[in-house]
C-alpha cells in the first residue's frame, strides 16, 4: 500500500505543476457562470436553491458587519457567529457571480478585511479544552470550516479586487491561517481524520485560489516531516500520527473501504464528505488531468452509495460510533453530494431521486445538472437493498451489515457492526445490532452523549457520558462479559482489531442471513453473531449469539427497547429502590428498575410503540435472570436520555448460545380502541443441537407450522455438506445454513 501512494504522490505532483486560472474557479468556473445564469431562469429547483440563498444573503447584508474577538465555545454567540459569517460568506460569493451586482462582492470585501484587522489581534482561542485550539474557534476543525467556505467566497471576487487588496488580504489573512491550520497545528493537519480532511481541503482550496504551489502540495501530500514533530495523543486517546500517511490523497487512501465505508461511521462520513467532495471538485476545474475522481477506483464517488445505502426509511443515518440522530442526507453536505455524485459520477438517474426529496440543489455546474434531470423528469427511484459494506484501505478488515425485507409493503432493516473500531469517534460494540421497522427504532443504538452547538450542554461538545455511557458495550444491543467493556475500554487496542464477516447472503428464496465474528473483544472469548431475516407475510428476524470460552463467565445479553411493556412470561419484582447496576464500565449510568428469575426453557416479552407490538421469543436456561433497567443513574445534569433496556444475564456458564426471535405484529388505534394481532405468533424457540461446529434452532408457530434453521459455525462454504441428526432424524444440507419447514426437515 505504501509503494502504491508513493506512485500516487509523484504521479500528482508531475500533474500539479503549470497551472494557471482565472477566477472563479474552484467550484464555480468563469466558463460555468453563463450556464448557471441560464439554470436561475430555467430550471425551478436551482431557481428556488438560488433565491433562497439570495435571500439569505440579502438578509446578512443588512444588518452591521460582526466579526467578534473570539472568546465562546460551541453554540455562544462568537462561535455562532463567526459560523454564520462563514456561511453566508460562500452564498454570497455565488450571488456575486451569477447577478453580477457588485454589491455583494464589496460586502464580502469588507468582511474579509474585517477578519484581516481581527486575526493578527489575537493567539489562539483562549478556551484550551481542544488538542488543537483554533483561532476564531475553540477548536482548529472549526478554523479549517471556515476556511473552506470562505476560500470560495474569496474565489468568486479574486478577480474582481484590485491587486493590492488581494496582496493584503494574503499577507494578512489567508496565508497565515494556511500556515496555522497545517505547520503550526501538525497534530491537526498530520493524521488520518475527519479534523485532518477538513485541514487538508482548506489549505489546499485556497492555495488553489492563491495559486500557491506550497499549500497545494502541503495539502495533498502532508507537512514534510522534517517540520514535523513526532507523537501524542488526542483528546478521545486516537494516536495523532500514523506513519507514512498525511495529506488528502492519504485520507482517501486509508480512511475509504473500496466500498466507500468510511471508518468513523456514518455521521462522521457525511461531514467529512463536503471537504472530500468540494476539494476534489476544485482539483477536477483546476487540474483536470488529475482524474481526482477516479483515484482509488472512483472512491469518493462510492462513498456517496455508501452514506445513502446507511440510512433507514426516513433517510436518516444509522447511528453507528459517534453520531447524533436525525441527521439526514436532507443536511447540506449530502446536497452538495448527490450533485456531485450525479455530476461527476455516471449520471445515475436514482440520485435524482434523493435529489427532489431533498428540494435544494448547488448553485454549481452539479447542481445545474441535477435540477436540469429532475426537469425532465429522469429520476428513479433508489433502492436501498440488502448490503455489506467493508472496512479498511483493502476492505479486509472488518465491515457493516445491512439486511433489507424484500417482502412488498415491509420495511424491517437489520444493521449489525463487526467492522473496525472508528478511531476517537468509535464504541466498544462489535457484533451489535439494530433494528428498524418502517423507520422506527424497534432496537435502537444510543448514539452519542452530546448536544451539538447547544452551548449550555457544556459547550455543545461531547459530554462526559459520552465516553463512560455512550461507548461502553453495555450500551450497546451486544453480549457483555463479566460486566466488563470490550478491550478494556482502550481506544488503542481497539483500533488494532476488526470483526471477521462469517457470511453474508441474500440470494436465498424466503431468508436472507449475515454472520460474524469478534475474537478479540474479550481475552480467550469467541463470539459469533448470527442475524436471519425470515421473510413472508409475517417476517420474522431469529437472532443467534454463540459464545466459546474454556472459563465460566456471566454474560448480560441487553437489548434496548423502546416503548410500553405489555406482558411478560415470567415473573418479576419491581425494585423497591433505585439502585444503579454497577460502579463502572456504563453499568453505573442503569438504573435498576425490576428483575426476575426464568424458571424453564423459554420466555417471552411483548411491548407496544408507536401503533405497533413487538415481541422477544427465546431459548433459555432454567435460573438465568432477566432485568429492567433505564439509563439515567449517576447523571445528575441529565445529560442521558431516560431509556429502558431489556437484559437476560447467564451465570457460571462457558460456552452457550443465546436464542432469540423477534417480531413486529399488531396494531392499535387510539382512535377506534382496537387492537389487532396483539399477541405473537412464535410459541416457542428452543436449541435442539449446539457444539462447536454446529447449532439448530427450532422454532414452533402458533399455527402449528415448525421451522429448523440449521447452522455451520466453522465452515461457510458454498459446496459443504453438512448432517445433523436431531431426535432420531437427519438434517442434511448443502452450504453454510439452511431453514427447513415442517414439510422439508
Not at 192 to 220: Q, Y
Not at 687 to 697: K, R
Amino acid at each position: 500500500m505504501i509503494r502504491i501512494v508513493t506512485i500516487s504522490i509523484l504521479l500528482f505532483a508531475g500533474l500539479s505543476m503549470g497551472y494557471s486560472q482565472q477566477h472563479p474557479c474552484l467550484i464555480i468556473t468563469k466558463e460555468s457562470i453563463q450556464q448557471l445564469q441560464m439554470g436561475a431562469n430555467k430550471y425551478e429547483l436551482f431557481n428556488n436553491s438560488y433565491a433562497s440563498a439570495k435571500a439569505e444573503v440579502d438578509e446578512a447584508m443588512r444588518l452591521p458587519i460582526s466579526v467578534p474577538t473570539p472568546k465562546d465555545l460551541a453554540g455562544g454567540f462568537t462561535h455562532e457567529q463567526h459560523k454564520n459569517n462563514f456561511l453566508i460568506l460562500q452564498k454570497a460569493g455565488v450571488v456575486f457571480q451569477i447577478s453580477k451586482d457588485e454589491k455583494y462582492a464589496q460586502w464580502i470585501k469588507d468582511v474579509l478585511f474585517a477578519y484581516a484587522e481581527l486575526y493578527p489581534t489575537f493567539d489562539r482561542h483562549p478556551d484550551k479544552r481542544s488538542y488543537s485550539p483554533g483561532k476564531f474557534f475553540w477548536q482548529c476543525l472549526n478554523d479549517a470550516n471556515w476556511l473552506v467556505y470562505v476560500s470560495q467566497a474569496y474565489d468568486c471576487i479574486y478577480d474582481w479586487l484590485p491587486k493590492n487588496d488581494r496582496e493584503k488580504l494574503n499577507k494578512n489573512l489567508f496565508r497565515p491561517l494556511a500556515d496555522f491550520l497545517s505547520i503550526e497545528t501538525p497534530q491537526f493537519f498530520n493524521r488520518i481524520h475527519n479534523h485532518s480532511t477538513w485541514g487538508n481541503a482548506a489549505v489546499g482550496m485556497i492555495g488553489l485560489v492563491m495559486n500557491d504551489e506550497e499549500l497545494i502540495n502541503r495539502a495533498l501530500y502532508g507537512i514534510p516531516d522534517e517540520l514535523v514533530k513526532i507523537g501524542g495523543k488526542d483528546n478521545d486517546g486516537a494516536t495523532i500520527y500514523q506513519e507514512g500517511a498525511k495529506g488528502f490523497l492519504a485520507q482517501i487512501d486509508h480512511s475509504f473501504s473500496p466500498d466507500g465505508y468510511y471508518t468513523e461511521g456514518p455521521y462522521y462520513q457525511r461531514y467529512a464528505m463536503y471537504p472530500f467532495l468540494l476539494f476534489a471538485q476544485a482539483l477536477a476545474n483546476t487540474r483536470p488531468k488529475q482524474e481526482i475522481f477516479k483515484y482509488k477506483n472512483g472512491v469518493l464517488i462510492k462513498a456517496v452509495y455508501a452514506l445513502l445505502n446507511q440510512t433507514d426509511s426516513n433517510g436518516e443515518f444509522f447511528p453507528i460510533n459517534d453520531a447524533a440522530k436525525g441527521m439526514s442526507y436532507l443536511s447540506r453536505e449530502l446536497i452538495s453530494a448527490v450533485g456531485v455524485a450525479y455530476y461527476f459520477g455516471t449520471k445515475d438517474p436514482s440520485l435524482l431521486s434523493v435529489a427532489k426529496l431533498q428540494q435544494r440543489v448547488s448553485l454549481d455546474v452539479a447542481g445545474l445538472s441535477v435540477a436540469e434531470g429532475i426537469s425532465k423528469g429522469m429520476e428513479k427511484p433508489f433502492i436501498k437493498k440488502s448490503i455489506q459494506l467493508s472496512d479498511g484501505a483493502n476492505g479486509d478488515e472488518g465491515a457493516i451489515g445491512i439486511l433489507r425485507s424484500r417482502e412488498p409493503n415491509q420495511d424491517l432493516t437489520l444493521v449489525m457492526k463487526y467492522s473496525k473500531h472508528g478511531m476517537g469517534h468509535g464504541h466498544f460494540d462489535k457484533l451489535s445490532f439494530s433494528m428498524y421497522n418502517n423507520g422506527k427504532e424497534v432496537f435502537q443504538d444510543y448514539g452519542a452523549a452530546r448536544w451539538v452547538n447547544i452551548e449550555q450542554k457544556d459547550g455543545g461538545g461531547y459530554l462526559k457520558e459520552n465516553n463512560s455511557w455512550a461507548k461502553q458495550s453495555i450500551a450497546h444491543n451486544t453480549v457483555v462479559v463479566n460486566g466488563q467493556t470490550q478491550f478494556n475500554g482502550s481506544v488503542q487496542v481497539a483500533d488494532t482489531f476488526h470483526g471477521t464477516p462469517y457470511l453474508f447472503e441474500t440470494n436465498t428464496k424466503g431468508y436472507q442471513v449475515m454472520s460474524a465474528f469478534e475474537t478479540n473483544g474479550y481475552e480467550g472469548i469467541k463470539m459469533q453473531r448470527t442475524l436471519v431475516l425470515i421473510e413472508g407475510n409475517h417476517s420474522i428476524v431469529l437472532d443467534l449469539f454463540k459464545i466459546n470460552s474454556e472459563k465460566k463467565n456471566t454474560y448480560d445479553f441487553p437489548l434496548y427497547f423502546k416503548g410500553d411493556v405489555m406482558k411478560t412470561s415470567f415473573a418479576f419484582q419491581v425494585s423497591k429502590e433505585l439502585l444503579p447496576m454497577g460502579k463502572n464500565n456504563g453499568y453505573q449510568h442503569l438504573w435498576k428498575e425490576a428483575s426476575g428469575v426464568v424458571s424453564d426453557d423459554k420466555l417471552s416479552f411483548s411491548w407496544f410503540d408507536k401503533g405497533s407490538f413487538q415481541t422477544i421469543s427465546s431459548a433459555v436456561h432454567a435460573g438465568d435472570s432477566v432485568l429492567f433497567a433505564r439509563v439515567g443513574a449517576n447523571d445528575p445534569s441529565f445529560n442521558l436520555r431516560r431509556e429502558p433496556v431489556f437484559i437476560i444475564r447467564r451465570t457460571d456458564t462457558g460456552n452457550t448460545l443465546f436464542a432469540n426471535v423477534y417480531e413486529v405484529h399488531g396494531n392499535y388505534s387510539p382512535v377506534e380502541e382496537i387492537a389487532t394481532d396483539a399477541y405473537s405468533s412464535i410459541r416457542k424457540v428452543s436449541i435442539v443441537h449446539d457444539a462447536m461446529n454446529y447449532s439448530v434452532v427450532k422454532i414452533e408457530h402458533v399455527n402449528n407450522q415448525v421451522d429448523y434453521f440449521a447452522m455451520a459455525n466453522n465452515n461457510s462454504k458454498a459446496s459443504a455438506k453438512h448432517v445433523v441428526e436431531i431426535a432420531g432424524e437427519k438434517l442434511e444440507w448443502t452450504g453454510a445454513y439452511k431453514l427447513f419447514n415442517r414439510t422439508e426437515k
